[in-house]
């Protein structure tokens, strides 16, 4: 972002601030797509979703890195909506990207290539004021028409694909607020929900919120880009998940530059996803990710490709502070939660990927 000349943030703010230059694009690129809207929604497909920094990027990488997979990506920025019609008109002028470092700092490289987490801008475009409010995003059911119209986007996206038979790959957290839909419109399709131990994931999320903090500070374009792309994780238009009526009135009691403040958005993110998961949406340890080769195979037998060929970036804890919070009930709870959660995600692996 920091290096967009000010044409390429003019093209971005009307490709995606725009709404109706959005929904038309849309419209125009459905208009040359061919193919059976059953066939899309029969596909074994993955879906990543869970709270920011609980390993997810690295995981959908990992998928992506098997081959069997589409997924939208940096090339289809900005008109991420016409995966097919701006493919086409940008083929000529695309320019290769070197890979760098993304803006939270975490290592990871991306390029044009890159799979990432875009495809939210179709639900912000139709149906955002259902469930993105002014403070807070809340859980979702989109209606029928729009349904129908995001089985349609996700077969134009695997429309784009050379190779037949691919499977779609989305990471995006905000899923977590649509499970069910999703379960419903690809009943066939693999949902997994990374989770993490909660005073380290705390304690990530509260660096990044700093780190997009004083980037915004130094560049509005970054906090418009990501409220464009409905990212609200972090950063000066975070906005949390409200699941409960009463959770406004429990994160208010902190600060969010405090630490207890992001255990909370844990406990109450994960609280909610034990108690109303649909059925066969799968719950992964970021821990067991990264200390048991074995956890990633068992995925990927689930999803039933081959697990050799899952190679790419290797997942390992980080040296993340673990934090002070000083609400000691609140922190217990989320360890047992987690604790639950451990045992949830390790029963829905294959026995040898549990050691069993």
Not at 11 to 39: C, K, M, N, V, Y
Not at 336 to 342: F, G, H, N, S, T
């Amino acid at each position: 972002m920091a290096g967009y000349s000010a044409l390429d943030r003019l093209l971005h703010r009307l490709a995606l601030d725009a709404l109706p230059i959005a929904e038309a694009s849309f419209d125009l690129d459905q208009i040359t797509l061919r193919g059976a809207a059953e066939d899309t929604a029969a596909g074994r497909h993955v879906f990543v979703c869970g709270l920011a920094r609980a390993g997810t990027t690295v995981l959908m990488r990992r998928f992506h890195a098997t081959g069997a997979y589409c997924s939208l990506t940096y090339r289809h920025m900005p008109f991420v909506l016409a995966p097919r019609l701006w493919g086409r008109l940008a083929r000529g002028s695309r320019r290769t990207l070197p890979a760098t470092e993304r803006a939270h700092g975490d290592g990871i490289l991306v390029d044009a290539d890159s799979p990432e987490s875009l495809d939210e801008v179709f639900w912000r475009v139709f149906d955002g004021e259902r469930y993105i409010a002014r403070t807070h995003l809340k859980p979702h059911a989109p209606d029928a028409e729009t349904a129908r119209k995001y089985v349609a986007y996700v077969a134009a996206i695997l429309s784009t694909s050379a190779t037949p038979g691919m499977r779609y790959l989305s990471k995006n957290n905000n899923n977590v607020l649509r499970l069910e839909t999703i379960r419903r419109l690809f009943p066939h399709a693999l949902i997994l929900v990374p989770f993490r131990h909660p005073l380290t994931h705390a304690a990530s999320l509260l660096r990044q919120h700093r780190r997009f903090l004083e980037a915004q500070r130094d560049d509005a374009f970054i906090r418009s880009y990501m409220t464009w792309l409905a990212h609200h994780e972090f950063g000066g238009d975070h906005r949390p998940f409200r699941f409960e009526p009463g959770d406004a009135r429990k994160l208010a009691s902190f600060g969010s530059g405090e630490i207890d403040y992001w255990l909370e958005v844990w406990r109450q993110t994960y609280g909610w996803l034990e108690r109303v998961a649909p059925e066969r949406v799968t719950f992964v340890c970021y821990e067991d990710l990264c200390e048991r080769e074995e956890t990633l195979a068992g995925l990927l037998a689930l999803a039933g490709v081959d697990g050799e060929a899952g190679h790419g970036e290797r997942l390992r804890l980080s040296p993340t502070a673990v934090g002070n919070p000083r609400d000691r009930a609140l922190a217990e709870e989320a360890v047992d939660l987690y604790a639950r959660l451990v045992q949830r995600a390790r029963a829905h692996l294959p026995s040898h990927a549990t050691g069993v």
